[in-house]
């Protein structure tokens, strides 16, 4: 994810200890003792992750425990965001005086199945998706970025973003993507001036797509 986010961001990927590392006892609680191999493996990659992202700003690796909605609770002064997929984790953290969000997310490269591009698309994404050079699933890498999307929003906002509620265009040439906001999910957040137009930088690999945007201050 290096190679996505600006030099404000600092971010590390998990390494093979990562996924059984240390997890501090407010992280724990949050992942509860009912946790599934995979779910404990996740979570722990990324603490441990976002944990070393903070310590390349120069700041203490303290504990990232979970929000009710099981969102990360950074630290005061920091934003950061966390992704995971099979074999893949990454975290990245930056001040919150030099960014204002930061989102990113890892999704398997495949072919998604006509109802989970239904949920995901909207008609004109899917249209546009269809006029792009094959051999890429570009339906993934629309689903992918407004993952990233949503980790902006959500952080600044508070609220949940449907995936139909942004309109997502992709630049293959440029490996960017922008998101418009739904212009109903504007009016409705409680929060002033909630961003509207979003805009990152994607990868597709053999057998990952990577996605992430930073929203800078005004």
Do not use: N
């Amino acid at each position: 994810m290096r190679d996505l986010l600006p030099s404000a961001v600092a971010v590390a990927v998990a390494e093979p200890d990562d996924w059984t590392g240390h997890l501090y006892a407010t992280e724990a609680a949050g992942l509860g003792d009912r946790a599934v191999t995979r779910r404990r493996r996740d979570f722990t990659a990324g603490r441990v992750c976002a944990r070393r992202a903070m310590t390349l700003l120069g700041l203490p690796p303290v504990a990232v425990p979970a929000a009710a909605d099981r969102s990360p609770i950074w630290p005061p002064g920091t934003v950061g965001t966390i992704t995971h997929t099979l074999d893949y984790c990454a975290a990245a953290v930056a001040r919150s005086s030099e960014v204002r969000s930061v989102g990113m997310d890892a999704e398997q490269h495949k072919e998604l199945s006509p109802g989970v591009r239904r949920m995901i698309c909207l008609p004109e994404e899917v249209e546009r998706c269809e006029r792009l050079p094959s051999g890429i699933s570009w339906p993934a890498v629309v689903f992918s970025a407004k993952e990233t999307v949503y980790k902006i929003w959500h952080p600044l906002v508070g609220t949940w973003l449907d995936f139909h509620d942004a309109f997502v265009e992709l630049d293959p040439e440029g490996g960017t993507f922008t998101a418009r906001i739904a212009s109903a999910r504007l009016d409705a957040a409680p929060v002033g001036d909630p961003p509207a137009r979003i805009s990152g930088r994607f990868v597709v690999e053999a057998s990952l797509v990577r996605t992430a945007a930073a929203l800078l201050p005004p």
